[in-house]
T-cell receptor, first 108, second 115 residues
Framework: DAKTTQPPSMDCAEGRAANLPCNHS???????VYWYRQIHSQGPQYIIH???NNETNEMASLIITEDRKSSTLILPHATLRDTAVYYC?????????FGAGTRLTVKP | GAGVSQTPSNKVTEKGKYVELRCDPI?????LYWYRQSLGQGPEFLIY????????DSGLPNDRFFAVRPEGSVSTLKIQRTERGDSAVYLC?????????????FGPGTRLLVL
């Protein structure tokens, strides 16, 4: 699977949009981009995934660049409960390879 | 509906002992995965089942680790002769089918502490 690069930490003001970047410059055509988050002491929670097109669900939006070398997860109105570690994963095989993720802190 | 459940939630054992960790996947999910997460790191893949068979066990660290899924539903991760380095959170995930486009849903994990 392609390697991903994420900033180690980010802050966001409550109520504002949180934009979390992910670089995956070696992604291949059949690799999916997945986003999970992990709140302290809980299992990873699925957020969203996509292959080529942008995706939106009730939790977030996923914007994938046309060349697929990077993506952005957008939480439109961050709340304090969105404070977590966010993992960007590119995946072609059945298992997932997690990196260190981005620790997002939402501040009041 | 019910999510992935794991028991026990916490397990404390002594070095050298044998432990079993249980995972109940989401009903109807045919694929089941085990991961291990050490403090401050992302989850690390251990083994993946499609139905009853282990389709990929390349992540198991050594032969002290073994997992079964005899009826294609519940799975048990077994660790023999535990070592202090085995202390971690053991996570289980399941998906409807195997494949990169199938979302994996995780359980809450079992925290294993080897003294």
């Amino acid at each position: 699977d392609a390697k991903t690069t994420q900033p180690p930490s980010m802050d966001c003001a409550e109520g504002r949009a949180a934009n979390l970047p992910c670089n995956h410059s070696t992604i291949s055509g059949n690799e999916y981009v997945y986003w999970y988050r992990q709140i302290h002491s809980q299992g990873p929670q699925y957020i969203i995934h996509g292959l080529k097109n942008n995706e939106t669900n009730e939790m977030a939006s996923l914007i994938i660049t046309e060349d697929r070398k990077s993506s952005t997860l957008i939480l439109p109105h961050a709340t304090l409960r969105d404070t977590a570690v966010y993992y960007c994963i590119v995946r072609v095989v059945n298992d997932m390879r997690f990196g260190a993720g981005t620790r997002l802190t939402v501040k009041p | 509906g019910a999510g992935v459940s794991q028991t026990p939630s916490n397990k404390v054992t002594e070095k050298g002992k044998y432990v079993e960790l249980r995972c109940d996947p989401i009903s109807g999910h045919t694929a089941l995965y085990w991961y291990r997460q050490s403090l401050g790191q992302g989850p690390e893949f251990l083994i993946y089942f499609q139905g009853t068979g282990a389709a990929d066990d390349s992540g198991l660290p050594n032969d002290r680790f073994f997992a079964v899924r005899p009826e294609g539903s519940v799975s048990t991760l077994k660790i023999q002769r535990t070592e202090r380095g085995d202390s971690a959170v053991y996570l289980c995930a399941s998906s409807k089918q195997s494949g990169a486009g199938e979302t994996q849903y995780f359980g809450p994990g079992t925290r294993l502490l080897v003294l």
